[in-house]
């Protein structure tokens, strides 16, 4: 079975700082990657996914995503955080099922 | 187009009652599963259909039962609740793709809210 793995499950940064939240996952084929965002009391929605074109996948609100195989990598950065990105972050598999990380909750300090 | 649908928002139960959790998609998707989102543990699959008819467990399905008669609707059905069944439950539905990941893009409701006492 995959296995997605999140550092940190709270990261904080300053308004205008990167973001950069981690995902690892195990896999010896090239899965189907994703990251989704949940607001406070809402469901999870799509922020952007990987399906084996480009590494550099952009996604909404300014994020992107590179594919490592090499390091079966997918990890999430934007350049400048706003205060509205405060949420919690999910890195996600595609491999017959999907596989969630834990989860990584992300604090914007103004 | 209302997506994925879940009622009720809220609810809650007393130790031993059973109620169930409905889910419905008009995006005409094959797969559709619950999950259930406990603070440190991120989601965590219940159970899970890829057509009608056709249902699988997932990671903890002990106390729950699903059935998929048609390809709208998956309801989740607690039999005898329990304080551990306290969570906050998703449905998700996605489309069913050729290749090695199988599924594409999940598409979630907005969560049901269950306490248990």
């Known amino acids: 079975a995959q296995s997605v793995t999140q550092l940190g499950s709270h990261v904080s940064v300053s308004e205008g700082a990167l973001v950069l939240l981690r995902c690892n996952y195990s896999?010896?084929?090239?899965?189907?990657l994703f990251w989704y965002v949940q607001y406070p009391n809402q469901g999870l929605q799509l922020l952007l996914k990987y399906t084996s074109a480009a590494t550099l996948v952009k996604g909404i609100n300014g994020f992107e995503a590179e594919f490592k195989k090499s390091e079966t990598s997918f990890h999430l950065t934007k350049p400048s955080a706003h205060m509205s990105d405060a949420a919690e972050y999910f890195c996600?598999?595609?491999?017959?099922?999907?596989?969630f990380g834990t989860g990584t909750s992300l604090t914007v300090i103004p | 187009n209302a997506g994925v649908t879940q009622t009720p928002k809220f609810q809650v139960l007393k130790t031993g009652q059973s109620m169930t959790l409905q889910c419905a998609q008009d995006?005409?998707?094959?797969?559709m599963s619950w999950y259930r989102q406990d603070p440190g543990m991120g989601l965590r699959l219940i159970h899970y259909s890829v057509g009608a008819g056709i249902t699988d467990q997932g990671e903890v399905p002990n106390g729950y039962n699903v059935s998929r008669s048609t390809t709208e609707d998956f309801p989740l059905r607690l039999l005898s609740a329990a304080p551990s069944q306290t969570s906050v439950y998703f449905c998700?539905?996605?489309?069913?793709?050729?290749?090695?990941?199988?599924?594409?893009?999940?598409?979630f409701g907005e969560g049901s809210r269950l306490t248990v006492l």
């Open positions: 996600a598999v595609s491999q017959n099922q999907f596989y």
């Open positions: 995006m005409n998707h094959e797969y």
């Open positions: 896999s010896s084929v090239p899965p189907y």
């Open positions: 998700a539905s996605s489309g069913i793709i050729p290749g090695p990941s199988g599924i594409g893009e999940l598409f």
